[in-house]
């Protein structure tokens, strides 16, 4: 057997066992926020928030980086991109998410040089094997993407390599969810951490947040079971109001988290204040480049027109990603907008919202 078997995790009777357990042991119904995308999935892939309908209601956070870009800062490539001698290096999944007028994919039909890489290192290996053209890459992305891109800068700088930048639009996941626990109507009585954020950066940052805002936090993972038994954890702490940080994906997560990654962090990023898409600026909920690598910082290479931060559309997807509102609730889901032509991020994003519910829930009122 090897470390980690999907069948483990996906055994249908240890996922009864553990909806039992939870039925049994919530006396009342509660809300559960996760905000990562790929567990948003598996919830509705593994129908865990329907098993559970009774007593558990599942608020899908802000947890999708595509989705949570704002449209000026997909403005912003753009314009990158459409400089002479430039290469705009993207995942594939920010290609149709609009900006304020269109997107990466429109601006490429209309001559701007974009292209899809897989990771920081295949842009930087373009701009090796390209030393004409200035190569930057569109640095999206949560705790989970940061070490990539600080080692692929810094990469960059060992090989004194002066044709390749990072445009940055990193996200932090313990200044949102804080954000969204000063709410007057706070949407959450629980939160499921995201696994790989925490399997770089441990639990640290979560007790401080438990213990002040009174919300249990546990760690879990992307499998039904892994799911079930961080709700499962969450329950039991709200029936005993115990407000503190459990692990339920213990087979990837320690406290303490990734040390090696977290020195690569700390090395080429500082903390910043940043816009989410559709819900605002937030303190200290970004990082950006230190000051000390601003020459592979193409915010700074580049003279960039500010747009307005959200494009007009009838899309609610504002809502949605703040848990206020779900697809269903949208008007176009479905019918206006559907995955061959979506109006919103969270409906081209593999891993947003309204394409899980698409996915997974089909068109229903
Ligand atoms: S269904 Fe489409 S239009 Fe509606 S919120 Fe989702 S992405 Fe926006």
Redesign the pocket.
């Known amino acids: 057997m090897t470390a980690f078997d999907p069948a483990i995790y996906r055994d249908p009777h240890a996922v009864a066992t553990l909806c039992d357990a939870i039925l049994k042991t919530a006396s009342r119904p509660c809300r559960l926020m996760e905000m990562c995308g790929g567990q948003t999935h598996a919830l509705l892939k593994f129908g865990v928030d329907e098993l559970l309908r009774e007593k558990v209601t599942f608020i899908h956070g802000p947890g999708c980086p595509v989705c949570v870009t704002p449209a000026g800062t997909i403005d912003k490539a753009i314009q990158i991109a459409r400089q002479p001698e430039t290469i705009l290096t993207t995942y594939g999944d920010m290609l149709r998410v609009p900006g304020t007028m269109q997107s990466l994919a429109q601006a490429r039909a209309d001559g701007a040089d974009v292209q899809i890489v897989y990771s920081s290192l295949d842009a930087l290996n373009l701009a090796r094997t390209h030393p004409d053209r200035q190569v930057v890459f569109f640095a999206i992305g949560f705790e989970t993407t940061a070490p990539a891109n600080a080692v692929a800068l810094l990469q960059a700088e060992s090989l004194k390599l002066d044709n390749f930048s990072l445009l940055c639009s990193q996200f932090r996941i313990p200044p949102a969810l804080t954000s969204i626990l000063e709410q007057p109507e706070r949407p959450l009585d629980g939160f499921l951490a995201a696994g790989h954020v925490c399997a770089v950066m441990g639990t640290g940052e979560y007790h401080g947040i438990s213990r002040k805002y009174q919300v249990p936090i546990s760690v879990t993972g992307f499998e039904a079971v892994d799911l079930l038994l961080g709700v499962y954890q969450l329950v039991q702490a709200l029936e005993s109001r115990s407000y503190q940080v459990s692990n339920a994906y213990g087979r990837t997560v320690n406290a303490e988290g990734n040390p090696a990654a977290k020195a690569l962090i700390d090395k080429v990023f500082e903390p910043c204040d940043r816009d989410w898409r559709g819900i605002g600026t937030i303190p200290a909920s970004g990082w950006r480049l230190k000051d000390q690598f601003a020459d592979y910082d193409a915010d700074k290479r580049y003279i960039l027109n500010e747009f307005c931060q959200e494009a007009s559309?009838?899309?609610?997807?504002g809502?949605?990603l703040q848990g206020v509102k779900t697809?269903f609730d949208?008007?176009?889901?479905?019918h206006?907008?559907t995955p061959e032509n979506?109006?919103?991020?969270?409906?081209?994003s593999s891993e947003?919202?309204?394409a899980a519910y698409?996915r997974y829930r089909g068109v229903r009122r």
């Open positions: 559309s009838p899309c609610i997807a809502e949605v697809p949208c008007p176009a889901y479905g206006l907008c979506p109006l919103g991020a969270t409906m081209v947003g919202t309204c698409y």
